[in-house]
């Protein structure tokens, strides 16, 4: 069966393990459901995601004019830190900027391929999560805006890593770590401003990934230099697709990817 579609990360569902569906034009594929088919992706064409230009993505599923100006792909994003919306100070659009920064953030201990650090909105618990792979996760501190989320993990990042390891992720090899006792040990290095948005006493959250057989070498596919792709999908962990042969297919980081997906 033949569907197409623009490429945008695939939505989940907490339960275990994880439910993914891959949204398309008119469909929605629970790519659980799939798991042991042969799959044929195929590159068709780019479509922006903001003004659906087939120029050539840039980054984030926009094309470079618009990643250059749009609110959603300012430094911010990947740098909370950076955030100005406190203090009323507009980067790209301070209407945008106030309604994301402006809300409760989660600093957060994620194990994926390794312990590390991260920042998420409070929203996005455990969604963010779900989309690094990570196997365990726990919220360590919980802020009211995203610059003291971000302040916290830069003071953080010094002793844990702020960084998957996305070949390791997937080879499913990362060991237990206790998140708790790393909580107990990075609580010195909090800064002033947020020690007192610290969580003592929060439990992690375990998640088990639709995954069938994991990676030994995992190798990536980039539709764009290898147009056509078959291989039987043997599971689904972060926002990758892994196939028998050891190929991977990162679905976020094709958005704006316009495919066809054959499913034999």
Known sequence: MLYQGVLTKMETEFSQPIQYFLVLENDVLNMNQLLNKTLTLSFVKYQCLNCNSEAPIFRQGFCKSCFFELPQAADWIMRPELSKAHLDQEERDLDYEKRVQLQPHIVYLANSSNVKVGVTRKTQVPTRWIDQGAQEALEI?????????????????KYVSDKTNWREMLKGTATDENLEDWRQRLETYIPEETKPYFLAN??????????????????????????????????????YLIFEDNTVFNVRSNEGLVIGLNIS
């Not at 501190?141 to 990042?157: C, F, H, I, Q, S």
């Not at 439990?203 to 291989?231: A, D, I, R, W």
């Open 141 to 157: 501190v919980e802020v009211p805006n995203r610059y003291l989320a971000g302040v916290t993990e830069v003071a953080l990042k």
């Open 202 to 239: 929060q439990k992690s959250l375990k998640l088990e990934f639709p995954v069938h057989k994991y990676p030994e070498k995992p190798k990536s596919l980039n539709l764009t230099k290898t147009p056509v792709y078959s291989g039987v999908l043997k599971g689904v962990k972060g926002q």
